[in-house]
């Protein structure tokens, strides 16, 4: 059970030329830990979570390879409009159950996400964002995917809540893959996988407790220093232009 990128490229045609969106990603995710992408705005992440999961553009060009052994679940990146307001949670995870033919009930899928069942007979108005994110969690493993990807599982919750769903997300990776994109660096615990990307290159990867406290290249090293308890360093290059961006582009050329 593995998720694999072999040099993943996607070009994205605009009425300039092509958006260079991601570019010649290798990437591996395995069971026991989960692996997060993080990077600047634009820089490719949710580009790369939509050629995991098939959610890409009709018009997209893509080269290399993406391989998966089993299904994929999908946390979208807004849990706020994942699901229909009309209806209450639970009718909505017995649908997604069925249509998935998946072994668990909606029960004990919020049981896996750590959610009580009288979530079950809520509308999504009525969970806070941290239950509604666990709720889309919940769904995405409703047809016991071997692999997730979460698409800024963290963004809409504050700092105690998006731990929370950190620690849930690194214990679903126990037994499957789990691929989460964030903007949110703080959010991203030691004991996983990292890979840092820009303009469209994942530039470094390893253990997040390696790469964090040690960066070896030069901008995931200006993307801590840009971090508040780091000094708020802005960051000295500006992103490219991804339109037609050269093949020898860098970070600071
Ligand atoms: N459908 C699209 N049409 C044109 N360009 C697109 C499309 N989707 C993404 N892009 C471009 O591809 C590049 C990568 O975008 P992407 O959304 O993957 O980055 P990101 O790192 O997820 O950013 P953010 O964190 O802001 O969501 C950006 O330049 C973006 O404008």
């Keep these: 059970m593995t998720l694999l990128l072999e040099r993943l490229s996607v070009r994205i045609p605009v009425e300039r030329g ?3 969106a991601v570019t010649e990603a290798d990437l591996i995710a395995v069971p026991g830990r989960p692996h997060f992408v993080i990077g600047g ?3 490719g992440k949710s580009t790369l ?14 080269t ?11 946390v979208p990146q807004s849990a706020m409009t994942c699901f229909t307001p009309v209806r209450r949670l639970g009718k909505q995870l017995a649908e ?4 998935l033919r998946g072994e668990r009930g909606p029960r004990e899928l919020l049981d896996l996400v750590g959610l009580e069942a009288d979530a079950l007979g809520k509308y999504p108005h009525e969970l806070s964002g941290g239950m509604l994110q666990r709720a889309a969690i919940a769904a995405a493993l409703a047809g016991d995917p071997a692999v997730v990807v979460a698409d800024e599982p963290t963004s809409a919750l504050d ?11 690194t214990e679903l990776a126990a037994s499957r893959v789990v691929l989460a994109a964030t903007h949110d660096i ?16 994942i530039v470094e990867t390893g ?10 290249n030069p901008y995931t090293r200006d993307l801590l220093a840009a971090l508040p308890e780091n000094g708020l360093h802005p960051l000295p290059f500006p992103t490219p232009d991804l339109v037609d961006l050269p093949g020898d582009y860098r970070y600071g050329s």
């Design 41 to 43: 705005s634009g820089s």
């Design 186 to 201: 703080e959010a991203v615990p030691g004991e996983a996988d990292l890979s840092v990307m820009f303009a469209s290159r």
């Design 207 to 216: 253990p997040a407790a390696e790469v964090l406290a040690a960066p070896r």
């Design 159 to 169: 700092r105690e809540r998006a731990h929370a769903v950190v620690s849930l997300l």
């Design 96 to 99: 997604t159950v069925r249509c």
């Design 64 to 74: 290399g390879c993406v391989k998966v052994s089993g299904a994929i679940g999908v």
């Design 18 to 20: 092509e958006v260079h």
């Design 49 to 62: 979570c939509a050629a995991i999961t098939g959610m890409l553009p009709a018009s997209a060009r893509v």
